[in-house]
């Protein structure tokens, strides 16, 4: 069990109220006892279960900014937040719940038709619905834009003809939004990309192997086929041709997001350094290499503790509607690197133990890379913040 005092002394953030310190408090409680004594044997079957994802809905975890009137309880973005970092807290694997509830979910709640949302937000909210996103393709290079899967209207319905990559969930998705080429020439302010909304039984529709990453290994992750893929144009979701405008509007709380995530994911390593250091101290007989230990730890959660002041700051703006968007790519390029940097010195300071076994600061150290690669290259981003100061 988790005490509230040990919470507010972890977590006395300016944005964060009592009521959300009582939600992360029911969560943490709630992984203990469901997620953290199963989740080495999830990662060797290579699959989080259904089971888990529906017992997450049913104590009201899923999806808390949905709006009251489809079953959400309208809460403000603090609350992903927490989610956020207490399923990072366990493992990255579970970060699939954090994009079904903080990335998929609300593209359905800003640009659905009211029947969309009626459809599929209820069901996304009790964990009976597992959702995903697909844009990422085999060929695709670091550009959105330069998306390949096409989406051809005939006679009501769009024939659906590509393939898909990387996808978070992908593997068991009973739902996915999937990006496409509608128009190959578009005409301002239309960009010619178009999403559109999948059931996991459409036909044309084949999933491909479970892609098996060395990194976050039950993520449900795979490859996606269509093969003339029938879709009725009432599946467009928003309007035709203008889809990768709203993809970016909703990169800022994607990235803000994945920085959440790494930021939590290092302070964990360096919780399990620490312990592992202390733990062997008693041991080493040689002070010098405890001193050396010492200063490297000073240095690690300096790292941390800059950036979580960063990302808190961003937190706030958002919570508040400011596009930050410069700043929140600033701060996912920089702390995903960062976690890297500080996964590397942990696992130096283990020395050999740190490559044997089946210790968790394994599986952080295997997971901690893949953040990097989210929501856009390093490239990517940084193409984006050089252009948005100016140069």
């Known amino acids: 069990m988790v005490s509230t005092m040990a919470i507010n002394k972890d977590d006395s953030r300016s944005f964060l109220t009592e009521k959300h310190l009582l939600f992360k408090q029911s969560i943490r409680e709630f992984l203990a006892k469901e997620a953290v004594p199963f989740y080495d044997q999830w990662e060797k079957e290579g699959e989080i279960p259904c089971s888990f994802w529906e017992k997450v809905g049913d104590n009201g975890f899923l999806c808390p900014s949905i709006e009251v009137d489809f079953g959400g309880i309208g809460a403000d973005f603090g609350y992903s937040v927490v989610l956020a970092e207490e399923l990072e807290r366990v493992g990255s694997a579970l970060g699939g719940i954090s994009i079904h509830s903080d990335v998929v979910a609300p593209y359905i709640a800003s640009f659905g038709t009211i029947d969309q949302k009626q459809r599929y937000l209820p069901k996304f909210i009790t964990g009976e619905m597992m959702s995903a996103f697909a844009w990422t393709e085999p060929e695709m290079g670091s550009e959105l834009a330069d998306i390949q899967t096409t989406a051809i209207k005939k006679d009501g319905y ?56 060395t990194e976050q290994g039950s993520s449900g992750t795979a490859e996606l086929f269509f093969d003339d893929a029938s879709v009725p144009v009432g599946n467009l979701l928003g309007e035709e041709g203008k889809g990768l405008s709203y993809i970016m509007q909703k990169l800022q709380q994607e990235r803000l997001i994945c920085a959440i995530r790494s930021i939590m994911a290092a302070k964990d390593m360096l919780h399990l350094t620490m312990n592992f250091i202390k733990s062997q101290k008693a041991m080493d007989k040689k002070r010098s290499a405890f001193k050396k230990a010492q200063f490297t730890i000073a240095e690690i959660a300096t790292d941390i503790h800059l950036g979580r002041t960063f990302i808190d700051g961003l937190i706030c703006k958002h919570m508040t509607g400011e596009n930050i968007i410069t700043e929140v790519s600033m701060a996912k390029q920089w702390i995903t690197e960062m976690s890297k940097r500080i996964s590397d010195k942990c696992m130096q300071l283990h020395d050999r133990y740190g490559s044997m076994g089946d210790d968790k600061i394994i599986r952080r150290h295997r997971d901690i890379s893949s953040p990097t690669f989210f929501t856009g290259t390093d490239e990517t981003i940084k193409t984006l913040i050089a252009k948005n100061i100016g140069f």
């Open 158 to 213: 769009y024939l659906l003809n590509g393939a898909k990559t990387f996808v978070t969930n992908g593997f068991k998705a009973d739902f996915m939004i999937v990006a496409c080429k509608t128009d190959p020439n578009p005409v301002p302010p239309k960009d010619g990309i178009s999403l559109l909304l999948i059931d996991k039984d459409k036909p044309g529709l084949t999933r491909g192997r479970k892609l098996c990453k």
